[in-house]
């Protein structure tokens, strides 16, 4: 059973950053695409970044230049490191792994599709 854990989430004001870390367990060690996720209240899960298995990343606009995703320092864990956060990254973000080595259409809408196991979440408040 794959397991999914997010931690590092909190409450920061504007222009602040924060590292949300995910460690991912439970399967024979192989290379999968890995997201980050968030949803806000009313509003759709959206993909914020994703690390593909050869390294590749990708992130949309909104959060491109402030948030960076890597590999963490401890073997199937994943850090996004967000800077410069604005009141508008207020959300409950997840990680996700994917379900290959690539990731699956990250800039489409259904980008969640790509992806099979999911974290609980961790809350990210940003205030003004």
């Known amino acids: 059973q794959v397991q999914v854990e997010e931690s590092g989430g909190g409450s920061v004001q504007v222009g602040e950053s924060l590292r949300l870390s995910c460690t991912v367990s439970?399967?024979?060690?192989?290379?999968?695409?890995m997201g980050w996720f968030r949803q806000a209240p009313g509003k759709e899960r959206e993909l914020v970044s994703s690390?593909?298995?050869?390294?590749?990343?990708y992130y949309p606009d909104s959060v491109k230049g402030r948030f960076t995703i890597s590999k963490g320092d401890v073997k199937n864990t994943f850090d996004l490191q967000m800077n410069s956060l604005q009141p508008e990254d207020t959300a409950t973000y997840y990680c996700?792994?994917?379900?290959?080595?690539?990731?699956?259409?990250?800039?489409?809408?259904?980008?969640?599709?790509?992806?099979?196991?999911w974290g609980q979440g961790t809350q990210v408040t940003v205030s003004s």
């Open positions: 996700a792994r994917g379900r290959y080595f690539f990731c699956d259409r990250p800039e489409s809408p259904a980008a969640a599709d790509g992806f099979d196991w």
């Open positions: 690390l593909a298995g050869d390294g590749e990343t």
């Open positions: 439970g399967y024979t060690y192989s290379v999968y695409c």
